[in-house]
């Protein structure tokens, strides 16, 4: 009789989300109340007959879905008018920046996901977009490129701004003018329990020039810290505040600022707006566009199709470990790409 689901198409493919939502149409006409909670606002207005707006844990607006414009429940969820993404696309890109030729790798981890054969070139202006459904090999992708596990097969060739990284670790490969962010913000891209300037240190103190002679600059690092809260809009008490107490949104934007503030050639960010209000998902955007203007090459990976299509210039997906052809972001189809992610090809 009562139906509740949570961000049900986090994980589906595109053709997999339309079979559920043919499912709850028949459901509705059966009876059965749906509550449907989302951040995906074009799902519904696809799907719902009414829609309830909440922000800071309050309702601040009803509305009916179907003849209100997204633009409109996407302002009431943040407070305030939301700023456009311009998107200028480039005809001509850079240098190549990132090169991966042959990549293998098999975990230890039994319930890992092996990848398999890999290669792809990102140049300097470029942002490639690697969708999927979650547990492809992304995971273990990131983790790879990133410099946290080298362990990969001895003819796997990782390239960074023409020089050779595949045995170097995550820190040599920031020095290198590389820069990461994870999926996983507690505990992995932050430590929760100490301060926004101490995790400052944990990417940028060598970048930075944060430490010398074996004493760390406070004063540098402080200053950094409060440059990330101004330039990206971070909700906090301060630079001294513990990490664990910043919101899902805010930690993500102090991680993203973090990294984009070292100015890095090469940035490698997995599910960059996961879990974040609308405002802070534009800004983080931007952000990854404007990186992208100044030259850098900019890997996305993302379950987040729409969040590809905005920025991405193009596009590959990964399925089963294995990564498909590379496709110009005005030549695809969120069909093509559906298919892809279901592990079958794309018959045209």
């Known amino acids: 009789k009562l139906l509740i689901l949570d961000e049900p198409t986090s994980v589906l493919t595109p053709q997999e989300a339309e079979s559920l939502f043919e499912t709850l149409h028949i459901l509705s006409k059966r009876g059965c109340a749906i509550l449907y909670i989302s951040h995906k606002l074009n799902e519904i207005k696809k799907i719902c007959h009414a829609a309830t707006i909440l922000r800071e844990g309050r309702v601040v607006a009803n509305c009916d879905p179907s003849k209100e414009p997204i633009k409109n429940m996407a302002e009431l969820l943040v407070g305030s008018r939301l700023p456009e993404i311009n998107r200028k696309r480039l005809t001509t890109h850079g240098v190549e920046r990132i090169h991966i030729d042959n990549l293998n790798y098999t975990s230890k981890d039994p319930f890992s996901v092996k990848l398999k054969n890999i290669s792809f070139i990102v140049r300097g202006g470029e942002i490639l977009g690697i969708a999927g459904v979650a547990g492809n090999g992304q995971t273990e992708l990131m983790s790879v490129l990133s410099g946290e596990v080298k362990d990969v097969d001895e003819r796997s060739i990782i390239k960074f701004n023409d020089q050779i990284v595949t045995s170097k670790g995550a820190a040599e490969r920031r020095l290198l003018g590389a820069g990461f962010v994870p999926e996983q913000r507690q505990g992995h891209a932050a430590v929760t329990e100490m301060s926004l300037i101490e995790n400052v240190f944990l990417t940028a103190l060598k970048t930075c020039d944060m430490e010398k002679s074996g004493f760390i600059d406070h004063a540098k690092a402080r200053s950094f810290a409060e440059s990330i809260i101004a330039n990206f809009d971070v909700r906090t008490t301060g630079v001294q505040a513990e990490t664990g107490s910043l919101s899902g949104g805010n930690l993500q934007k102090f991680i993203v600022g973090r990294e984009l503030l070292q100015q ?22 931007r952000a990854l566009l404007d990186l992208a203007k100044s030259g850098a090459a900019v890997i996305i990976i993302s379950q987040d199709l729409d969040e590809i299509f905005e920025v991405c210039d193009k596009i590959a997906v990964m399925a089963d470990g294995t990564i498909s052809v590379l496709g110009d972001i005005a030549e695809v189809s969120m069909e093509e790409i559906g298919v892809l992610m279901s592990g079958q090809k794309y018959d045209h």
């Open 264 to 285: 890095p050639s090469v940035l490698i960010i997995e599910q960059p707006t996961w879990g974040v209000d609308v405002g802070a998902a534009i800004i983080l955007r």
